[in-house]
C-alpha cells in the first residue's frame, strides 16, 4: 500500500524508473564485483565442490594470497596519492592558479581525503570500482562559512551512474 503512495507521485516514479535503468545497466558489473569481494574474503571454492568435500568429510583449504597482490598495488597508490592542479588560462594568472592549487593541496591533504583515497582504491582493485566525494560542511555553527572536505563512501556498491551518460566522467 504505501509502495503504491509513493508510485503515484510522479518525481517518485521517475526517480525509482531512472534508477531501475540504473541498476539493469550495471547489474552484471556489480555481480562480478560481488564475487571479486567473496574471493578476496576466502570464499575461493565453488559452492558444489565445497559441499561434496564437507560430505566426503575432506578439507576446503584456502591459501588466501589476494590480500598481498592487492597491497602491492595499494601501497603504491599511498605513496603516490592523486592530486589536482591547476593552470594559468587566458581568463586566470598564475597567481590565481597557486592559490588554488594551494587550497587543493590542503583539502587533499586532510586526513579524511587520505582515507577516502585509500578506501575507494583498495575497493577499485578489488571489485574494479570505488568512490569518493566532495562535500562541503559548516565550519562551526555559528558561521555561514564552509569548507570543502573529501569524504569516503565506505560502500562502493551504493554508487549508481546514469547508463545514458556520454561522457566517460559522467558529468553530462
Known sequence: MADEALSD???????????????????????????????????????????T????????????????????????????????????TDDSTVDSAEIMEGLARHIQSSPDAKVAFDTASDQQVTCGFGYFRLVTEYCDDDTFDQEIKIKRIKNQFTVYFDPSAIEPDYSD
Open 53 to 88: 568435500r564437507i560430505l566426503d568429510k575432506r578439507p576446503c583449504l584456502n591459501i588466501n594470497r589476494l590480500p598481498q597482490f592487492i597491497r602491492q598495488v595499494t601501497n603504491d597508490q599511498r605513496q603516490n596519492r592523486p592530486q589536482v592542479r591547476f593552470t594559468a
Open 9 to 51: 507521485n510522479p518525481i517518485i516514479a521517475t526517480a525509482l524508473k531512472r534508477f531501475k535503468l540504473a541498476e539493469d545497466a550495471e547489474k552484471d558489473i556489480r555481480e562480478k564485483s560481488l564475487e571479486d569481494l567473496r574471493f578476496r574474503a576466502g570464499e575461493q571454492w565453488p559452492k558444489d565442490i565445497q559441499q
